[in-house]
């Protein structure tokens, strides 16, 4: 009999509603966070809206409803979304992002590599992919050797930020552990050797604010080179002044 009912009804989809503080923007952060796009906001300001995510391509979509409330939100029990690939990839750009992650990725018994993060109104979303669906080739640590060569006057400043530049990106989930290494060539110029936790961490890296700012701060006070135009470059075993 329910069988029967659910057919000739054809009942399908769970769209949750969740109370937020601002509609606008809570669609704005489910929009930068996971990509999802307004399907529509109601009123002038909105106060009730939905965001949507997916098109059939990859599966079902995903609607969320929005309902703005002025009064005390009690957060849901948990709301679960599935990924298809590189759910790491997919945890720094959150991450990148600025969204507060409750649950980093962890490999689950039930066969789910899962992260929780929470969304506006305190309402916690854990997103999980099957294990071993991750993007390899994209997905492994990339090692780079950068080379700063200091502008008059800013010796000071530049090892001061070059100091903070890889905890601030492990901070981030955008540099793995790894502790990085900075040496200082003849000519002044700091060479500082680290870890990226990906190719897409380094992609993430150029669209997130604090980083960009960190970037202005490096602009200000060096120039970037590379080993070749180092006198120490050109011998097969460069010799630096570790820092």
Same mark, same amino acid.
């Given at each position: ?85 590189? +759910? =790491?990839?997919? !945890? &720094? /750009? ?11 990725? @962890? ?94 961490? +380094? =992609?993430?890296? !150029? &669209? /997130? ?11 200000? @006070? ?22």
């Amino acid at each position: 009999m329910n069988a029967s009912l659910a057919r000739q009804h054809q009942i399908h989809g769970v769209q949750p509603v969740l109370p937020v503080p601002d509609v606008a923007a809570a669609a704005g952060w489910f929009c930068r966070t996971l990509g999802f796009a307004i399907d529509f906001l109601h009123g002038e300001p909105p106060h009730y809206g939905r965001v949507k995510l997916g098109d059939r391509r990859w599966g079902d979509p995903v609607f969320i409803h929005l309902q703005g409330t002025r009064e005390p939100i009690v957060p849901c029990g948990e709301i679960r979304l599935h990924a298809g690939h590189d +759910i =790491d990839g997919l !945890h &720094r /750009h959150v991450l990148a992002c600025g969204a507060e992650v409750a649950e980093p990725p @962890a490999d689950q018994p039930w066969g789910l590599r899962e992260f929780t993060i929470v969304a506006p109104g305190g309402h916690r979303l854990c997103i999980g992919a099957e294990i071993g669906h991750a993007d390899d080739a994209k997905a492994r640590p990339r090692a780079v050797i950068a080379c700063f060569k200091p502008r008059p006057g800013q010796e000071a400043a530049l090892l001061e930020v070059v100091r903070s530049h890889v905890p601030t990106l492990q901070r981030l989930g955008l540099a793995t552990d790894r502790a990085s290494l900075v040496m200082r060539a003849g000519d002044g110029t700091l060479v500082e050797a680290f870890e990226w936790v990906s190719a897409e961490a +380094i =992609d993430a890296a !150029h &669209r /997130h604010p604090e980083v960009l700012a960190m970037w202005q701060v490096f602009e200000a @006070a060096c120039e970037y080179t590379s080993l070749h135009d180092l006198a120490e470059g050109r011998h097969p075993f460069a010799e630096f002044e570790a820092l």
